[in-house]
């Protein structure tokens, strides 16, 4: 997927090694069409915790997000999106990056994981976000019941209000299914501090985030 990412970064850097796969070709619109409304996936709740889906652009960045913010237990990049059974990094079809966060609703809402999702991204960019382009970038947001939907819905209804002219890109998709990828994503722009991509792309990322989010932040992550 990051082959194109390494290729834009690599003119200013001169070089850069290691960014996320590059992303299918298929072009893929604002409009849910890789899943028609199809009937969401209930997950139900383990142990007092909830899990939740979202998509926007690389999911080391995603992950890196979530697993910042008070009451998130865990986030784990993946697969959804699409109809590709038993994707892979190599290739996962139709599918978008995307990460699975497990929280504990008693310190974070849904509605809060939302605005952590539209506030910590490109909300206009379409099939992509910053330097990574393609279908596989995607933003989508996903829904587990009609709950759900109406807060996501209404979080973008509010956003196009106060845009000049653009529209908010992200899919609203019902869930249906997450793939896990490989174990060396996982944890990645922790574990790879060093990699050009993450601190070029992914840590300042983050940073914006923090900068806007300071009251959800973990106490070890407000640095």
């Known amino acids: 997927m990051k082959r194109i990412t390494i290729l834009i970064i690599s003119i200013f850097l001169f070089s850069l090694q290691g960014a996320c796969k590059p992303s299918n070709e298929k072009n893929i619109e ?15 709740s383990v142990n007092g915790l909830k899990k939740a889906y979202f998509a926007s652009g690389c ?31 190599e290739n996962h079809g139709d599918h978008a990056e995307a990460v699975e966060v497990i929280y504990d ?14 506030g910590s991204q490109n909300i206009t960019q379409v ?24 807060i996501i819905v209404e979080k ?24 896990d990828a490989e174990n060396y994503h996982q944890n990645y722009e922790r574990n790879n501090p060093g990699n050009p991509y993450i601190q070029n792309v ?14 959800l932040l973990k106490k070890d992550t407000k640095h």
């Open 30 to 44: 604002n409009e849910a069409i890789a899943q028609k409304e199809q009937v969401p996936v209930q997950t139900e």
């Open 127 to 150: 099939n992509g976000q910053g330097p990574d382009h393609g279908a596989s970038y995607r933003s989508i947001v996903f829904y587990q019941n009609d709950e759900e939907k109406k």
């Open 156 to 179: 973008i209804d509010a956003l196009n209000k106060q845009l000049d002219g653009d529209k908010v890109a992200a899919q609203v998709l019902p869930f249906q299914k997450f793939w």
């Open 59 to 89: 999911f080391w960045c995603v992950e890196a997000v979530y697993e910042s913010i008070e009451g998130v237990k865990e986030a784990i990049s993946g697969y959804s999106g699409g109809k590709t059974q038993n994707p892979t990094y």
């Open 105 to 118: 609703p008693a310190k974070v809402s849904f509605a809060q994981l939302v605005a952590v999702y539209f």
């Open 202 to 215: 992914s840590i300042p990322r983050l940073n914006r985030f923090k900068e806007k989010f300071p009251e």
